[in-house]
């Protein structure tokens, strides 16, 4: 009794400071920690809030909803600025898109690019909505690419692309009829009276098509030292009068990117089309986008069919180091098929240079046949696939 009075009057004793501040301190002491804890972590959300709400938002994509600019939009700085002059311009409308195919980095679609009454069908690449920074980056650098490389008549060309605010995309220009391989079997099993001559395909047309993806080719090569990787009727696309333009550059893209993952995308083109020395697991030269040039011609001459086609693609290294090489097709003629062999010999060094396959190709054509090819059997697409090696 005496103890609480004492401790009542004199705050010196120590029996009172121990037995006041003890039970006190268990209490507010972690009050003002949490205390704490909750203002810091309101100031940081405050703050995120506050530059979401405050960035900018861009205007409406020709008939889209408003997208808000996110991180994305700071992705590559220096590849925006080089993107610059290719931003799609106000006065362009992009309409009628519809799917067409999955892209490596989000859907392909057909559509229209619309200006002041005039019309040209185009192919717009978009990437896939999401917060995928890294796929963001790689897609910017897939532009900036095209943008670099694609400047060239016989080679697929970018007209614009959107990579400014979401969704982003590539506009490219579309040829009709399109994928090379497609119009090769279109042509199998025709009407022998079709007078439609967008659709008579002789061994003349096997060498002015031919030419045209050679120049292409050696334009890659002498102008940016590109080896394309996966040359094939299927990346050659078609427009009228047989013109004819290189495509498919995701593996040539692939390949001139750093780092271990993209080199394995490069080369992940079928083995059917590659050279022996990639099949050795060598890097893939100039003269390994010939020996696919000469598989494009066995394609071409027969109207699609598959290379080796009774041959599984893991036996086609020891096929190959025994000499053997495919046969003579029916309707090729002489020269054309030892241009075939030329573009197949063995050590790389013993093949020609694109530039000079152009020149053979000028003095062998008026050595070609002027006659339709033809090929009674329509082509089934999933056997297509397991003859060719092809993933379905």
Partial sequence: ??????????????????????????????????????????????SLLRNRITAPVSAPAHGQRSVSLSADSKVCPEAQEALQPWQLPAEYALEGLQFWQSGR????????????????????????DGPDQPEAKEFMEWVLFHATVCKHEKVVRMLYCQTQRRPMYMVLEACSPGNLLHFLWTLRNRDPDDEDLSRHFSEMSVFLVAKQAAAGLDYLMSEHRLVHGDVAARNILMGPGLSARVSGLCVAFAGRRAGSAARRRAAEAPLK??????????PAIDRSDVWSFGILLYEMITLGSPPYPELEPSSLLSYLQSSHRMARPENCGGPLYDLMKYCWAWSFKDRPAFSAIVKLLESYMYLAATNALRVPDAMDVFDYNKRAGLHP
């Fill in 105 to 128: 980095y989000g859907p392909i679609c057909n559509g229209r690019l619309k200006k002041e009454g005039t019309s040209q069908a185009v192919v717009v690449k978009l990437l896939r």
């Fill in 273 to 282: 089309w590659q050279a022996p020395e990639r099949l050795l697991k060598q």
């Fill in 1 to 46: 009794m005496d103890v609480q009075k004492t401790c009542g009057n004199t705050t010196s004793n120590p029996m009172c400071d121990e037995e006041a501040s003890g039970p006190l301190a268990e209490i507010i002491i972690p009050s003002l920690l949490a205390l704490s804890t909750v203002v810091v972590v309101a100031l940081i959300f405050c």
